[in-house]
């Protein structure tokens, strides 16, 4: 895989999710918690038969500290993301709550270099902190209290740790099966907060249909597979750079469906997060395309077979050794 498919992959998973907001406002009257719930198990479902069509094994034996990695990325990235974001929105306005969350690329840009020794590139801090700038004109600043600062906070550590998280398990497992085990293990979480929040499961109306299975089917499955079929190749810092797609995403959304005409402040916000990652991505080393052999991890040491690794994935100290 090029710079250039990554990027494309990267930037779509974000303006799904970017989407996000204006779709959600089909699901407004669904119980919120046993709404994540469905829609997670839904998109479970869509990437174990993406898993099937590709003829990869969709269980694989995880040792003690990948189970660790995949229950906090479940359990930060998707579960505590969603709780942040809906508990947020009680103390603060959409576009503060955007606002914080948009600084995502800042983020990334300095702690995903740090978590594999590296130093941050400096390109891609100018690019990240033109994206952050662009994301806030087309969002707008916002007001909220203290109680909504700190949650739209942690929202903000949760969308880090969607990325972080995943890159020790991404080299084992591959996109599909992080993104299915992410979603399915996020499912029993949000059923505990939907049984203690009196949330329940019920049929929906057509509305609240389509609006889940857009939810299951392009913000999440979709989106997930192609943001972590990115992000090895593009790494934490270079793939940060288009999160701030989000708010562009949301305009196109919003100007679509009739709900809003995009403002000159986020046609100029949309122009700016481009300049940022067009910043950032120029002049960066590609990942060294290698191919090595490595053994299935359901095959005993008597049966293996040799399998090259996926195209785009990068060679990293330890690889070997967790697969």
Excluded at 1 to 18: E, H, I, K, N, P
Excluded at 133 to 159: D, F, P, Y
Aim: proline share 6%; net charge positive.
């Amino acid at each position: 895989m090029s710079d250039l498919q990554a990027a494309l992959r990267a930037a779509t998973a974000m303006f799904a999710v970017g989407t996000l907001a204006a779709i959600s406002a089909l699901i407004a009257g669904y119980p919120v918690y046993a709404g994540q719930a469905v829609r997670y198990t839904i998109a479970t479902v869509i990437l174990a038969i993406v898993a099937a069509s590709r003829g990869q094994r969709l269980l694989v034996r995880l040792s003690a500290r990948e189970w660790a990695y995949l229950v906090a990325l479940a359990g930060s990235g998707l579960v505590a993301f969603n709780t942040f974001i809906i508990e947020a929105t009680r103390d603060a306005s959409p576009a503060l709550i955007g606002t914080i969350i948009g600084a995502v690329p800042i983020v990334l840009a300095l702690i995903g270099p740090l978590s594999q020794k590296k130093a941050p590139s400096v390109r891609v801090l100018i690019g990240a902190s033109i994206v952050v700038g662009g994301a806030t004109l087309a969002t707008g600043l916002g007001g909220g209290g203290w109680r909504g600062i700190l949650l739209s906070l942690g929202a903000l550590a949760c969308e880090a740790a969607f990325s972080l998280l995943a890159l020790p398990l991404l080299p084992k497992l591959g996109a599909i099966r992080v993104s299915a085990y992410a979603s399915a293990a996020a499912v029993p979480m949000l059923a505990v907060l939907a049984a203690f929040s009196g949330s329940v499961v019920r049929m929906p109306t057509g509305q609240e249909a389509l609006g889940l299975a857009y939810l299951s089917t392009v913000v999440s499955a979709g989106a997930f597979l192609l943001w972590y079929s990115a992000l090895p190749r593009l790494g934490a810092d270079r793939a940060g750079l288009f999160a701030g797609v989000l708010p562009v995403g949301a305009v196109v959304t919003t100007a679509v469906l009739g709900i809003a005409t995009p403002t000159l402040a986020e046609l100029a916000g949309t122009a700016l997060v481009i300049a940022g990652v067009t910043v950032g991505m120029r002049g960066s080393e590609p990942v060294p395309q290698i191919e090595r052999e490595v053994p299935h991890p359901l095959e005993r040491p008597d049966q293996l077979r040799h399998q090259p690794v996926a195209e785009g994935e990068p060679l990293r100290a330890g690889s070997v050794e967790r697969l």
